[in-house]
């Protein structure tokens, strides 16, 4: 929970980055430790985190944590509320990012297998 903390506090310094932002950085940060629980690994925290990352600045030309990147395939423009669009923080800036996570902690919980640390070969059966 401290390294998650500290993951979303690290948002920080990101341009344009909303309180709503820090909080979904951290709460992101526990759901990578989610994926790192069950699988025993990294690596799908760190295949999420690039497709999310290519998909908002690339795909969908929205702004991440606040930074806009040039050259992106689409060009998606905040409407609305920013609590609901995210506004210029982009989409992590959005409340909606809450149940996305939830969703998401589903899909890890249903879809990744559950691996056991440190079993031995007789204990695991």
């Known amino acids: 929970m401290i390294l998650s903390f500290l993951f979303g506090l690290g948002h920080n310094k990101n341009p344009g980055e909303s309180p709503i932002g820090l909080l979904s950085a951290g709460l992101v940060g526990m759901v990578f430790c989610l994926s790192l629980w069950r699988t025993g690994s990294l690596w799908w925290a760190i295949g999420f ?70 079993d031995t070969p007789e204990r695991s059966t």
Request: net charge negative; charged share 5%; proline share 6%.
């Open 49 to 118: 985190h690039a497709a999310w990352d290519w998909s908002q600045s690339f795909l969908y030309g929205v702004a991440d944590s606040g930074a806009m990147v040039q050259h992106h395939l689409l060009a998606a423009h905040p409407v609305g509320k920013p609590i609901l669009s995210g506004g210029a923080t982009g989409p992590e800036g959005s409340i909606y990012i809450v149940a996305v996570l939830g969703i998401v902690s589903l899909i890890i919980l249903v879809t990744l297998p559950n691996t056991h640390h440190g």
